[in-house]
C-alpha cells in the first residue's frame, strides 16, 4: 500500500519573481548548486509554456537511498505558478507558487505524493519522521543553493550591464 506524504516549504528571497522563475524553471542548472538532484534528464518536450514537458529527476538524499520520478508539467502560470504530475518513485503533485512581497518573492513548494517502492511503504509507519526530517535537510539545502544562485546570477547580470555613467 502507497503512503501518501504532503510536505509544504516556504522560502523568501530578497529578489522578484521573474529571477526566482528563471532558476526554478531551469531544472537542469540545479545539480550545480543544490547538493541532493543528482540528474535532471529531459525525457519529452512540451508546448511553448512547457505545459507537457516531462523531465526526470533523479534525487540523493541525508539517508541511505535515491529516488526518481518523472515530472510532467500540467499548468504554467509565468511566474507565478509551476504545477506537475510525478509518476515513478514517488507519484503526485509538485506546485512552486511565488508571491511577490516586498521587493522580494515568496516561494512556496507543494509536494503532495505517494511512496511506490516497496520497503518504503513497509518501513513507512515508522519511518515517517525520518522520511520528513530528510526531506526538510534536501529543501533546506535547495534554499541554499537557490540563494547562492540568484546571487551568481545578479552579479552575473550586473557584469554585463554597460556603465550608465556619461563620460
Known amino acids: 500500500m502507497a503512503r ?4 509544504v516549504t516556504s522560502w ?3 529578489a522578484v519573481p521573474e529571477e526566482v522563475w528563471d532558476v526554478i524553471v531551469d531544472s537542469h542548472a540545479w545539480p550545480r548548486f543544490w547538493p541532493y538532484v543528482a540528474r535532471v534528464e529531459d525525457l ?3 508546448d511553448a509554456n512547457g505545459i507537457g514537458s516531462v523531465r526526470r529527476y533523479t534525487w540523493t538524499s541525508r539517508l541511505p537511498y535515491r529516488l ?6 500540467t499548468k504554467v502560470e509565468k511566474p507565478r ?21 516586498g521587493t522580494g518573492t515568496l516561494v512556496r513548494y507543494d509536494w503532495i505524493v505517494r511512496t511506490t517502492k516497496a520497503w518504503m511503504n513497509l518501513l513507512a509507519p515508522l519511518a515517517r519522521p525520518a522520511f520528513a ?11 541554499k543553493g537557490f540563494r547562492e ?3 551568481r546570477r545578479a552579479l552575473s547580470a550586473r557584469a554585463v550591464r554597460p556603465s550608465s555613467a556619461a563620460s
Open 12 to 14: 523568501r528571497f530578497d
Open 81 to 101: 505558478l509551476l504545477e506537475g504530475e510525478a509518476t515513478g518513485e514517488l507519484e503526485g503533485l509538485g506546485r512552486w507558487t511565488l508571491t511577490p512581497e
Open 149 to 151: 544562485e540568484l546571487a
Open 68 to 73: 526518481a520520478f518523472d515530472l510532467r508539467v
Open 44 to 46: 519529452a518536450p512540451g
Open 133 to 143: 526530517w530528510n526531506h526538510d535537510g534536501v529543501m533546506a539545502a535547495g534554499e
Open 4 to 7: 501518501e506524504y504532503a510536505f
